[in-house]
């Protein structure tokens, strides 16, 4: 039977205007329609913590699914942090929009009552965070701080992932891809408009391309990373995006316009990053796509996780002959 067209014009507009609604509690945007990320609580880089070091003092709170709380806990991984720094993970509550403890944390059920107790309420309580058992409350909450704050933690045996000088170019990559590449996907995503996405996109392939070739020209110098012959914070953001492209941001956020297999030196990063000793544990692409697909309902209504590449396909074997 084929509907009238005032029906199909009024069900589109209908549709519309709540998908709009539904986007600006899962992703605001400015005036242009792009997306903009909200403010945290516990943003600022607290001094390191006198009681640092003794066994059990803190807890970092990771989710499988958030690449924010991946980074942290790669560094947590990477730097060897198990023996000071209990890892705690948090699991999705889709129906109430929320992270909750499988067990009770301090007497907690969610991340939110974590988060009041620890005097922010009224923002949304997200993942990373770490927690001083001694002083009964959330250190930092902001990734890009935590895996600061991280580095810093006492390991004697660990190798630095930000060494002082090395620092400028680390941070030099780090903001470009917060921007372009961590943001951007999510700009990508929740764009409003053909123009918001459209520029999201672009910015996003230009800094792939661009740490494509840094890789390729690092590599002539007999040096595997971003910035020198080890990893470094640089290697450490890009990696939870770059993991997830073809699993999730790809057919659901529409990253498609420079495919990761066009790029042989980023490609070739990638598999080198996921062997490091430690990393395959952070990665669960089972959860990544049944979480993206299952609960981004604005993204997704239906809810159907489709098919997609087994990981060890990405991260393991030669790379892929472009077609």
Do not use: K
């Amino acid at each position: 039977m084929t509907l009238p067209p005032v029906v199909v014009r009024t069900a589109r507009a209908a549709w519309r205007c709540q998908w709009r609604q539904l986007m600006g509690g899962l992703g605001p945007a400015d005036g242009q329609g792009r997306y903009r990320r909200p403010e945290g609580a516990f943003t600022a880089l607290p001094p390191l913590p006198e009681d640092a070091a003794e066994p059990g003092s803190h807890v970092l709170i990771v989710g499988r699914s958030c690449p924010w709380a991946h980074r942290a806990w790669l560094v947590w991984n990477l730097r060897r942090l198990a023996a000071s720094i209990d890892l705690l993970v948090v699991v999705p509550d889709p129906e109430a929009g929320r992270w909750r403890f499988e067990t009770p944390f301090e007497g907690c059920d969610t991340l939110v009552e974590l988060y009041r107790r620890s005097g922010a309420p009224g923002v949304r309580a997200t993942v990373p965070a770490l927690y001083s058992r001694a002083g009964g409350r959330i250190l930092v909450g902001e990734s890009a701080r935590l895996i600061e704050l991280l580095d810093q933690w006492p390991a004697p045996a660990a190798p630095r992932l930000n060494p002082p000088a090395l620092q400028a170019a680390i941070g030099a990559w780090r903001e470009r891809f917060q921007t372009t590449v961590n943001d951007g996907v999510y700009r990508c995503g929740f764009a409003r408009n053909q123009a918001a996405y459209t520029a999201a996109e672009a910015e996003l392939g230009a800094s792939l391309s661009a740490a494509d070739q840094a890789l390729a020209e690092q590599q002539q110098r007999g040096e595997d990373w971003l910035c020198s012959a080890e990893p470094s914070l640089a290697d450490v953001v890009l990696f939870p995006t770059l993991i997830r492209m073809e699993l999730v941001y790809g057919p659901l956020f529409g990253c498609g316009g420079t495919p990761l297999w066009s790029l042989p030196a980023l490609w070739r990063w990638r598999q080198r990053f996921f062997a490091l000793e430690g990393v395959a544990a952070t990665c669960f692409a089972d959860a990544w796509r049944q979480d993206y697909f299952g609960a981004l309902f604005p993204l997704h209504p239906s809810g159907i996780i489709p098919a997609g590449p087994a990981l060890a396909t990405l991260v393991a074997g030669p790379h892929p002959p472009q077609p």
